[in-house]
């Protein structure tokens, strides 16, 4: 089975500090991970991913994640926060099994 | 390019009355299918999922079905619907892989 836990629901950041946005996975194989962001009254939008290839993976708008195995987390990051970042960001796990399974999502504020 | 479509948009009905949720994706053929439900704090809930015309995976018991008459057509139904099936519906495709899931503007449901 699979499961995603993203472990905060609400995350604030003043603009112009690094956002850290935390996920861990539970896989009984080699997971795909992906991170979405939903903006208001908006749909979902890929991020990034990572498929068994490097494990720093780069994404739009300035994000990355790591895939760490040992701690089976996958957390988004980004250098420095913009107030366009504001949005509610989902961690997906997916695998052989063609399911791709939601965290809760995080929302992120970004302070001026 | 591919593009998904979901309709209707809004969609208010009284308790007891049927529903009929349509979704297709032009531009690429046998893609995996999917159906979401997005409560606030949630997250995306898998509903039910199809990796070919006929065959429909569901995830949660519930007061809904699926069905995938044609190769890229996705219909989600109820013969009588529940107050809590009140909710944010998202139709999504995929290539498979897993590769990126693509989703459609969403329809939401108000059961009065």
């Known amino acids: ?112 | 390019s591919q593009t998904i479509h979901q309709w209707p948009a809004t969609l208010v009905q009284p308790v007891g009355s049927p529903l009929s949720l349509e979704c297709t994706v032009e531009g690429t053929s046998n893609p995996n299918l999917y159906w979401y439900r997005q409560a606030a704090g949630r997250g995306l809930q898998l509903l039910f999922y199809s990796v070919g015309i006929g065959q429909i995976s569901s995830e949660v018991p519930q007061n809904l079905s699926a069905s995938r008459p044609q190769d890229r057509q996705f219909i989600l139904s109820s013969k009588k619907l529940l107050l809590s099936d009140s909710g944010f519906y998202l139709c999504a495709w995929s290539e498979g892989g897993p590769g990126e899931l693509f989703f459609g503007e969403g329809s939401r449901l108000t059961v009065l």
Request: net charge positive; aromatic share 12%; hydrophobic share 35%.
């Open chain 1, 1 to 112: 089975a699979q499961s995603v836990t993203q472990l905060d629901s609400h995350v604030s950041v003043s603009e112009g500090t690094p956002v850290l946005l935390r996920c861990n996975y539970s896989s009984s194989y080699s997971p795909s991970l992906f991170w979405y962001v939903q903006h208001p009254n908006k749909g979902l939008q890929l991020l990034l991913k990572y498929t068994s290839a490097a494990t720093l993976v780069k994404g739009i708008n300035g994000f990355e994640a790591e895939f760490k195995k040992s701690e089976t987390s996958f957390h988004l990051t980004k250098p420095s926060a913009h107030m366009s970042d504001a949005a509610e960001y989902f961690c997906v796990v997916s695998g052989r099994t063609y399911k791709y399974i939601f965290g809760t999502g995080t929302r992120l504020k970004v302070l001026a």
